[in-house]
T-cell receptor, first 117, second 116 residues
Framework: AQKVTQAQTEISVVEKEDVTLDCVYETRDTTYYLFWYKQPPSGELVFLIRRNSFDEQNEISGRYSWNFQKSTSSFNFTITASQVVDSAVYFCALSVSRDNYGQNFVFGPGTRLSVLP | SAVISQKPSRDICQRGTSLTIQCQVDSQVTMMFWYRQQPGQSLTLIATANQGSEATYESGFVIDKFPISRPNLTFSTLTVSNMSPEDSSIYLC?????????????FGPGTRLLVL
């Protein structure tokens, strides 16, 4: 069975601080995909990044960066110089193929990030 | 990425009634999914909507409660039947967008349902 853990329920930071959101996953599959989504107060889920299990390169996109470490089954997300607009719930997710059809897509419980001015 | 719309965006319903939620995609997609997000919670997959065949339901969800239709590759409906207050949630449809990479799902804006 697949599982995603986001141990941080809520985080508060002051604007311009760096913040890291933790994600730990469990799966026995060797091929899988990891994702981060952002859900702002408006409620819509915004896709941020996809990483496959064979690509451990870290990625940077503007103020966002992701650290994927298979050895610790972690896929952490760092926001540099946080801004008020970064305030949202962030979900880490895991996807593995099913034998008969499609993908088994499992979301973590989410981390609520509040960036204070 | 695929553009997904849902109708209605929100509704308030009486217990015992049913509501059908529509999901429309601007391009043909193979995989469509329905999720539920209860207040303050994460997302839970209800079912995979299969085009031309019965939907595949996850554990804890049944067709009698959540019938799903998928008449073509751009459209699906989810009905929440015989509603109770416990069904108050956000219901989201999603599609797998292969152009963004296998397994990547894009989500619709959601339908906020309140059952009184």
């Amino acid at each position: 069975a697949q599982k995603v853990t986001q141990a941080q329920t809520e985080i508060s930071v002051v604007e311009k601080e760096d913040v890291t959101l933790d994600c730990v996953y469990e799966t026995r599959d060797t091929t899988y995909y990891l994702f981060w989504y952002k859900q702002p107060p408006s409620g819509e889920l915004v896709f941020l990044i996809r990483r496959n299990s064979f690509d451990e390169q870290n990625e940077i996109s503007g103020r966002y960066s992701w650290n994927f470490q298979k050895s610790t089954s972690s896929f952490n997300f760092t926001i540099t110089a946080s801004q008020v607009v970064d305030s949202a719930v962030y979900f880490c997710a895991l996807s593995v193929s099913r034998d008969n059809y499609g993908q088994n897509f499992v979301f973590g419980p989410g981390t609520r990030l509040s960036v204070l001015p | 990425s695929a553009v997904i719309s849902q109708k209605p965006s929100r509704d308030i319903c009486q217990r015992g009634t049913s509501l059908t939620i529509q999901c429309q995609v601007d391009s043909q997609v193979t995989m469509m999914f329905w999720y539920r997000q209860q207040p303050g919670q994460s997302l839970t997959l209800i079912a995979t909507a299969n085009q031309g065949s019965e939907a595949t339901y996850e554990s804890g969800f049944v067709i009698d409660k959540f019938p799903i239709s998928r008449p073509n590759l751009t459209f699906s409906t989810l009905t929440v039947s015989n509603m109770s207050p416990e069904d108050s949630s956000i219901y989201l449809c999603s599609v797998e967008d292969l152009l963004a990479g296998e397994g990547t799902q894009y989500f619709g804006p959601g339908t906020r349902l309140l059952v009184l």
